[in-house]
Every structure is written in C-alpha cells, then in structure tokens.
C-alpha cells in the first residue's frame, strides 16, 4: 500500500501538529515497513531528518506557488500511485483528478469556534471553511479525542459513523531514560532549582499560565515554564515583577527534545491548567516520564491524564494553589500517582496507536 501525507506540518512546524505528522510518521513506517510513505510538500527542512533516512519514507516535492498545497498537492499523490491521501492537520487538497484514491483527515480541535476570542475573524471564517470543506470530501475522519469527535459533530454537522477517535503518542524521548550526564549538564545549563513545579506550553491565554503563577505567589514553590512567548506574556511579567516572584518563576528558551525530557522527570509536578484542548500531548509526556500531573477538568483533559491526576478548575486559582501545595507536601501520594499515570499512560503507546491507524487505512481500501 502506498500512502500520501500533506508533509507541511511534517517539516515546517516544531510542536503540536509537526510533532503529531512526525510521529505518525514514524510509527507507522517502523511498525508497518512492507508500506510506502510520501511526504508530500514544496519543500522540506531539517526536521524529520531521520525518519526520512528510512527506505519506505520518501519526499515528493509539489509544485511551487502560493496555492499548490491546495490546488497540486491531492493531484501529486494520485500522480505518485498513492493508494490513500492523510491530511494530517484539518485540511484536504480542494483539486483531484479522476484517479482513484482514498482521503483521510485528522480533525485536532475546534478551539477557534469554542473560543473565538482567541482568533481574527478572518482566521476563523476560513479555519471553518477548511476543515467543513474536508470534513466533506474526507472518507474518514481521525478526531484526536472523544471531545474532538464530539465538536466535529456538533459543529462540522458531520455523521458520528465517519469519525474514528484515534489518540496521539509523544516523542521517543520522553519513554528513554537519558543519561546521568545530560541530566547533570541540564541542571547547570538551565540553573534549574533542586525542587520544582513544571509548565509546557505556549504561552498564551488559552493555556493559563497566569492562574499558575498567582497560585504559587506567596508560596515559596519554585515553578519552571518551557513555551513560546505571545503577546499574553507580558500580562504574566507584570504580575511576576508587581509581586516580586522573579527568582522564584523560571522561563527557559532553547530547550531540546531530549533536554525537555529531562526536565520532566526532575519535575516535581507537572501543571497544565488549560481552559481548552483537543488532547493534550504535555500530559503524556509528564505520565510517560512519571511525573504526577495536576490538570483541568473540562474538555479532552481528563481523556489524557486518566483517573489518577489531579484535577482542578482552571479559573479559580486558589483551587490550583491548594492541589500544589497537597501534592509537593506530599512525596508517597506524589509517588502513587505517578506509578498509576504510568501505568495508564501505556494506551497511547506507538505500537496500538499504529495498528489503529493502519485498521483504518485497510477499512477504507
């Protein structure tokens, strides 16, 4: 079988979606070698370098212009003999010619329509668009999580029936143990505290990394944020420099994979307070490198952490104080539920997650 992937996310994003397309990527040519898989784009970069030295892995370049992803991409794959089309991040070509192929979209969330205060409008009339118009022509629909699947029905008006829950891995990284001497130069290289709090994420309204520093304020817990800057940051600087908190709140920059990994494991705990997610990779991350994670309530969060995080409401930040400070008195029930998380955590292994995807790629030929 021959299998066709839109590889913009594959080589031009660093986190979320590039990850996912990375990742699936990767799984499903270790897991499934007898396959061909097309990495289809305008060009390409360093990233995925790796999987990209596997045989059954290829590059096919598209046509240049600004709307060949749109307009050349789905004809490319048919050009290529590819059996099936993987949109792997909302959208499908809108151009196809009368080849034969099977079409597939991953649908990671809705957020710009549950939140659209977060988005221009004219970022959300076309994401809408888009991912309408592919919900349609697709065969099949990959939701991230059973909240994802939900929201496509409720707002795509798509059949429950075209829809496959199919949940997200995370990097090899963070299942390694790494070495006590890139655990030692990452101490020093970061200044990390002998104790302390984590956060990953970018740092943006949505994720909530306000209602995180005003519940450690007056608490003396050292917390430590790894994520891209917005706009929104300066409205956490101006509360971390009105209540003094600046040697107590830790931002880094420049974190590698592996680097991050280690971070996570010397965390005490882990803090993702999001008001809204599609799924949640963080919290896999932190479970896979048995740190107990303390999370929010709503949306697909719970899916991912399982019934032994902690669980919080994400706007009250009292509440979120008090859970910190149970579990960082706590080293025995820190302990316990990091066990369990691990345990829970295996679901979402390579290996099931590309029997599932390779289940649904045979369903539909």
Known sequence: MKIAFDAKRFFHNTSGLGNYSRDLVRILSQYFPDNEYLLINKNRSDRGADILQNTNVHFVETSKGNMSRQFKMGKEAQKANADIFHGLSGELPLKWDKKPIQKIVTIHDLIFVRYPQYYSFFDRKIHLWKFKKAAQNADKIIAISEQTKSDIVQY?????????????????????????????????????????ILNVGTIEERKNLLNIV???????????????????????????????????????????????????????????PSLFEGFGIPIIEALFSKTVTITSNTSSLPEAGGKDSVYINPENHLDIQSKIQFLWDNESERKRRADKGFEFVQKFNDEPIANELMNLYLEII
């Open 156 to 196: 795509l008006k798509v059949p429950e029936h075209k829809i496959k829950v199919i949940y997200q891995g995370c990097h090899k990284a963070f299942k390694e143990q790494q070495s006590e001497g890139l655990i030692q130069i990452t101490k020093e290289k970061f200044k990390l505290p002998e104790r302390f």
């Open 214 to 272: 005003k519940a450690v304020s007056g608490t003396g817990i050292p917390l430590v944020v790894v994520g891209r800057k917005t706009g929104y940051y300066k409205k956490v600087e101006a509360f971390i420099k009105k209540n003094k908190l600046e040697e107590q709140v830790h931002f880094l920059e420049g974190v590698s994979m592996d680097e991050l990994a280690v971070i996570y494991k010397l965390a005490d705990i882990f803090i993702y």
